[in-house]
């Protein structure tokens, strides 16, 4: 999991969400977004009350990836974080298999 946290708007370099175009720097967000999803990364955006930051541009990171969007007090940041970080991560992107005995099936299941 990657927890990305702002107190503002990007304002320089790639990403840059000052006077740059809102499309370009969308399209560049979604894209980040989609990269992460394939890794199995889930991105969530912590920004701080009272700040502009466009989520509805970065918002998309958490939203593509399964992340969460929090907005904090910056005079409760010390209980709003524990908060934020106590839930665990036990795993993403899991794929298992089952095996049975052959004298054993499951219900509504298509013969192959």
Known sequence: ???MCTDGMSNIGLGSLENGDNDQ???FYESLA???QEKGIIISVITMKG???KME???KLAQITNGNVERIDP???TKDFGAILKD???ATKVEFKIRLHKALKFRNEIDQ
């Open 75 to 77: 005079s409760d940041l």
């Open 1 to 3: 999991m990657l927890i």
């Open 57 to 59: 541009i970065l918002g």
């Open 25 to 27: 720097v969308s399209q």
């Open 34 to 36: 989609y990269k992460a």
């Open 51 to 53: 700040e502009g930051c």
């Open 88 to 90: 665990e991560i036990v």
